[in-house]
């Protein structure tokens, strides 16, 4: 017997994010907001001197995810902010912590950490994790996941009189090779008997 979608997903959802090769955490309890903006299939017609025109095809554009986030310190390893993980680097794991200000050697290009990111909108209240398999006996879940992501922007603000970060993850569509795509959507009304499978990325 298999579970039966809700008229719609609203208020909650599951938010995870991965260093690549890297540990699980998660972020749904202090975010607010979530936009995910799937690369656009751009093109335009190019007009003939018949009169007519042939449809110009470009390459897909890059994926962005936008979180509203209530950070509360900067410790990586907390699901509490993404400060360390936009600045990049080594990451500080004693306290008091702080962001590196160390520069590479003049001529050397900054790394840029790649993760990956899982938003998962379930019924299965035992779910905990949005990368992992569902397991719920006829749950439902709706799945979104990219990998390859940069985190391109990290602004925070007080105008509310509470401490908010607006965060942006971008992400390339197609992969290097250009025989995968780095991001899905996935969903399942039967979440033990058709789970939908673990994320990983290494």
């Avoid at 690369?39 to 979180?67: A, C, M």
């Avoid at 986030?69 to 699901?79: K, R």
């Avoid at 993404?82 to 900054?110: E, H, K, R």
């Avoid at 607006?166 to 780095?182: E, R, Y």
Wanted: hydrophobic share 35%.
């Amino acid at each position: 017997m298999a579970g039966t979608y809700p008229e719609a997903w609203e208020e909650v959802a599951l938010v995870s994010i991965m260093k690549k090769s890297g540990s699980v955490y998660q972020f749904a309890a202090a975010t607010e907001t979530i936009d995910i903006a799937e690369g656009d299939h751009p093109g335009e017609s190019i007009g003939t001197v018949g009169g007519g025109g042939v449809w110009k095809q470009s390459r897909q554009e890059d994926g962005e995810i936008t979180l509203e986030l209530y950070p509360i310190n900067i410790d990586s390893t907390s699901g509490q902010g993404l400060f360390q993980q936009f600045y990049g680097g080594t990451w500080d794991t004693s306290q008091p912590l702080a962001t590196p200000i160390a520069t590479p050697a003049t001529g050397v290009m900054f790394a840029r950490d790649r993760f990956a990111i899982a938003i998962m909108w379930t019924d299965d209240t035992s779910q905990a994790n949005a990368f992992a398999t569902t397991t719920g006996t006829d749950f439902t879940a709706l799945r979104f996941w990219a990998k390859g992501c940069r985190i391109t922007s990290h602004k925070s603000e007080y105008t509310d009189g509470i401490l908010k970060t607006t965060v942006t993850l971008k992400f390339q569509c197609i992969a290097k090779a250009g025989t995968d795509k780095n991001y899905a959507w996935e969903s399942t009304n039967d979440t033990d008997t058709a789970p939908l499978p673990a994320v990983t990325y290494a």
